[in-house]
């Protein structure tokens, strides 16, 4: 009996291989590569081989490509007219998949996250108009840590980037130490806004922070070097919060996304190219007529010698900072018909830093967590040796950057005084300012597509705390390009819709970063 079950599955093993093609080596299909091309099992088993393989290049950068013989313009969008063989004589993208125009925090994020899961399989641009940065809002940083917020979106961005720092090694190597000191946040509320203050707690710790509240009591017992003089109560975060070096932060992002072939330029957008497409219309927009849609084409890009150049993009992100609102304006965002009409409604705010020394015996040590008072200014330390970093965020609305020792003098030191009374004569050691990008409607981020355009993307107005959520904004756009909808964490609610519907999501904690 065994050995006629043998001899059946030869005569099923030779049926196979009667009438299997050559294998191109001038031998009948009946050796043994015919017998493995045509059995079903060995068959689907290649097939499922052939396609993992696919899957793996589309994802993972080919380590034998030679640099020199790459095309610039690369990309799996097919435009009309496009020569995909010819090359450029420079590396200007004429043409590119994503578009990001900003390269600070939220910008080269953005770029991270869609390289680091496309790679070769996605062309991104990012232009930024100070490549040094500058002027950028990450300069001004406090470099803040913290989940003391009152909306459980920014909650959850905040527990997400602690999560990242985390790990940063994981994901950066150590090129560039973020330098994550892990010694939290003291956010002090008076009377006014105490119960906020608590409720916000109950939230926070719900959704997986840890934090504390403290009555004016404990506070001065837990931190002698405090004055609690018109405090009711403390929310002291105790893990996953701190701060961090955001310059540090940006090279990484921008050196990773670099790495993964993304394309850094040194420009600025000033003014955008239309499209009518007879194939889209908007529904609910009264001011669109159907069959009348004129779409986002290409930017038009300033480039430092004063020349200008067009990019083509199939996708464009609005994430400039304080600049997002005049960008948007180049679309007609808030100067076109229908929804059009509605404005980016992103300004630029003032924020003053100041480095002080103090020698003082009874001055905070070195596990001072950042403070927040309700005065509105910030302290936190840097560092050995009596450093510490405190501002304020100013209500002006100007282009004026220049730093005024006596702003310090007369609108910082009193409250600091009065506050941490041993740093009441600390001496100023370096100042400096800049601005950042100040949502007027509700002071919060304004993220997700376009109600109008198709093809754009809006990631901006964080008001002066985005570079803490920069790392799960910029997993959120990329999610929306990539996937269609968000995955991780859904920020639905911080979409541009509620400008049009009037519907603004207020964020009560002014938690800096």
């Known amino acids: 009996m065994l050995r006629s079950r043998h001899i059946v599955r030869l005569l099923q093993r030779r049926s196979y291989s009667a009438g299997a093609p050559s294998n191109g080596s001038g031998s009948p299909g009946g050796n043994k590569s015919g017998e493995d091309d045509l059995h079903p099992i060995r068959r689907t088993l290649r097939l499922l081989g052939n396609d993992m393989r696919k899957v793996k290049e589309f994802f993972v950068p080919k380590d034998t490509e030679i640099e020199e013989n790459r095309i610039p313009t690369q990309s799996k969008f097919h435009f009309a ?190 003014d955008f190219e239309f499209k009518s497409q007879t194939d889209i219309s908007v529904v609910g927009d009264a001011g669109s007529n159907e069959g009348n849609y004129t779409g986002l084409d290409k930017a038009v890009i300033k480039l430092p010698d004063g020349t200008s150049r067009t990019c083509k993009f199939a996708l464009c992100v609005i994430a400039a900072g304080a600049s997002s609102g005049q960008v948007a304006r180049l679309a007609k965002i808030g100067v076109g018909p229908g929804m059009l009409q509605v404005p980016l409604p992103i300004d630029a705010r003032k924020r003053y830093m100041y480095a002080v020394n103090s020698q003082a015996q009874s001055a905070p040590g070195m596990t001072m967590p950042m403070t927040l008072d309700p005065s509105g200014i910030f302290i936190r330390r840097d560092g050995l040796g009596g450093n510490y970093i405190c501002g304020q965020d100013s209500t002006e609305d100007n282009n004026d950057l220049t730093v005024d ?14 506050r941490i009374p041993a740093l009441g004569e600390a001496q100023v050691v370096d100042s400096w300012s800049g601005s ?78």
């Open 436 to 513: 950042y990008d100040q949502n007027v409607y509700d002071e919060n981020g304004i993220l997700g597509a376009h109600p109008y355009y198709h093809n754009l993307y809006l990631a901006t107005g964080f008001s002066g705390h985005g570079i803490q959520q920069s790392l799960a904004v910029g997993r959120a756009i990329s999610e929306l390009i990539m996937d269609g909808q968000f995955r991780t964490i859904d920020l639905s609610r911080l979409s541009f819709d509620r400008l049009i519907v009037d519907q603004p999501m207020y964020e009560l904690n002014n938690v800096l970063s």
């Open 81 to 270: 007219g496009e020569s995909r063989e010819s090359s450029l004589p420079d590396d200007f993208q004429t043409h590119c998949d994503v578009l990001i125009v900003g390269g600070g925090g939220v910008g080269s994020s953005i770029a991270y996250w869609l390289k680091e899961k496309a790679r070769d399989g996605l062309n991104v641009v990012v232009v930024e108009n100070d490549d040094t940065y500058a002027d950028s809002a990450t300069r001004v940083s406090v470099g803040g840590l913290c989940q003391q917020f009152s909306l459980p979106e920014n909650i959850q961005m905040s527990l997400f980037a602690a999560d990242f720092l985390r790990g940063a090694r994981e994901h950066f190597g150590q090129d560039v130490p973020i330098q994550f000191t892990p010694h939290g946040h003291l956010m002090l509320a008076g009377e006014e806004h105490a119960e906020s203050l608590m409720r916000s707690s109950q939230l926070q710790n719900e959704l997986g922070a840890q934090n504390e509240l403290l009555t004016a009591d404990r506070l001065a017992v837990r931190f002698p070097w405090l004055n609690t003089k018109g405090i009711v109560v403390g929310c002291h975060g105790l893990e996953k919060e701190g701060w961090f070096n955001p310059l540090a932060l940006l090279s990484n992002l921008r050196r990773s996304a670099s790495s993964y072939g993304g394309h850094f330029l040194n420009g600025q957008v000033v």
């Open 405 to 418: 020792l006596q702003y310090f003098d007369q609108h910082i030191r009193p409250k600091l005084a009065e």
